[in-house]
């Protein structure tokens, strides 16, 4: 009963938007970022790259091949750096990657 009330106590506290995005675009900030896991603070890494990209025009392009990124690949992970061929590559440890 005691952790049922802690969790919704939680949950109204940041507006019930537990989605990472808006999590990183509502509350960007350091606090934000010591409150994550390390999952969490790579895949934010990679939403604040994306932005870069968007500001750079470069955004929806292979970091690697250069070629488009598939829409639907850009919707269901909007912050790749690779199209889905590269990407595999780079799960296997075949691509160099910039530091
Ligand atoms: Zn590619």
Redesign the pocket.
Known sequence: MYKEDVRAGQESADDGTDDIVDRANNAYNRELMFSLSDTERKTLLQIEDALRRMDQGTYGK??????P?NPLRLEAVPWTR??I???ELAERGMLELEP
């Open positions: 292979c970091a690697n091949c250069g070629n990124i690779f199209c061929e590269c990407q």
